[in-house]
């Protein structure tokens, strides 16, 4: 799946990929195919925390730039041998997951070294893991840590029945302490008193749909959790309204970039040869973050707080925009 959580991460500079080799390809369900790649020297590969995630390098977008996507892993973590992604087809992407279902075994790949974004607490008393559909992928890295250290732990999983990727194996590592779900009525029905029943020291990470982890933590909120126990990641903004067009003005060298409707900010900077560190290009990341000196702020990231979004100082270029005529930039 790609996918950020709510933490920030460091861009990774290309001195610091890795190229893997395509070992397996297996399909989970029509619509989601796991990528099992290793070392070709046959080294162990860097070690990671459960939750974390690499950037892959999908080919190139339509503008001839890379496009890089960000996937989590499911495999060990403690020196593997591999690393495994799972990712489902999306038609209406922007061609990241296509490239990956074209992989064959021997295709080279480029990918980050592991990013730490989700991990667990590991002072929790307890650890009540959601998923949603594909959002299973960092959840189960984290059962596996959980099993493996003997923490207390608890697994929803809610998906399409027929779906489920990587359910046997959930099944073999959870035992009774999975709980399955093939329906949303099902689902709200037994997350309620899941909320409620829980041991002081809980703690919740929840990974799917934007409108699951809104309504679930929402709900958690109402029952008394505080957000410090509170950890979740999206998948993305998904497509956005084209927006009308903007100028924005870069203080510093005082030149004027005109972004038209259906371009993002950071493609326009971009064409201007203005270089913008970024990462997921989905508002979910905080990579691309621009400090902004003055006008009015379209928010439409995943990333920033309501406070932050409230001050109107900082936007993330990647899918925000201006909501006037103009916007200045610390650039």
Known sequence: MTLISETPTKNSSAGSDLVLSVAETT?????????????????????????SHIVVTCGTGPNGRPRRNSYSLTGPGFEPDHYGISVRLDDQGRGGSRWIHRLQVGDPVRVSTPRSAFAPVLTARH??????????????????????????????????AGDGPHLD??????????????????????MGPALLDQPLGTHMYVCGPSGLIDEL????????????????????????????????????????????????LLEALENQGIAVPSLCRQGVCGECRLPVVSGDVDHRDLFLTAAEKEAGDCLMPCVSRASGPRLELEL
């Not at 399909?27 to 080294?43: N, Q």
């Not at 999975?178 to 009525?185: A, I, K, Q, V």
């Open 27 to 51: 399909e989970l369900s029509p619509t989601v195919l796991h990528v099992r790649m290793i070392s070709p020297d046959g080294h162990a590969l860097p070690s990671f925390t459960p939750g």
């Open 169 to 190: 194996e959930l099944r073999r590592l959870c035992g009774a302490r999975l709980r399955t779900y093939s329906g949303s009525g099902e689902f709200w029905e037994n």
């Open 217 to 264: 933590t929402a709900r958690a909120r109402s029952a008394g959790w505080p957000d410090a126990r509170l950890h979740y990641e999206h998948f993305g903004v998904g497509d956005l309204d084209p927006g009308a067009p903007f100028t924005a003005r870069l203080r510093r060298s005082g030149s004027e970039v005109g972004v038209d409707p259906g371009v993002s």
């Open 127 to 160: 650890h009540v893991l959601v998923a949603g559909g594909i959002g299973v992928t960092p959840i189960l890295s984290h059962v596996r840590a959980a099993v493996q250290w003997g923490r207390s732990f608890e697994v929803h999983y809610a998906f399409r």
